[in-house]
């Protein structure tokens, strides 16, 4: 920890938001590393998914009856995205 922080810890409460978080959860998504190098921070990743939910919000979804659905294949590669970054 950096020499500027000065934390009181005589002052801390153990647990404090403990049971907060086992009753509501988080909103904390872990990416996995080679998702994480394609994004320089969140911002970024929070524009790419507001981009890809208007895409989505875009195209007409057709459900299956779930006897004609197919298992989703596994993804070997992934394309990096293209990226737009406001100015």
């Known amino acids: 920890m950096r020499a500027e922080y000065d934390f009181d810890y005589s002052q801390a409460i ?24 394609y994004f320089k921070d969140s911002a970024v990743v929070n524009e790419v998914l507001r981009q ?5 919000n875009l195209t007409e ?3 299956l009856p779930a006897k004609k659905r197919k298992a989703a294949k596994p ?6 995205p293209a990226v737009v970054q406001n100015k």
């Open 14 to 37: 153990r647990g404090k938001h403990a049971k907060r978080i086992r009753e509501e959860g988080t909103n904390i998504v872990l990416l996995e590393p080679d998702i994480a190098d």
């Open 52 to 56: 890809v939910i208007a895409i989505s």
């Open 61 to 63: 979804r057709k459900k």
């Open 75 to 80: 993804v070997t590669k992934v394309a990096r």
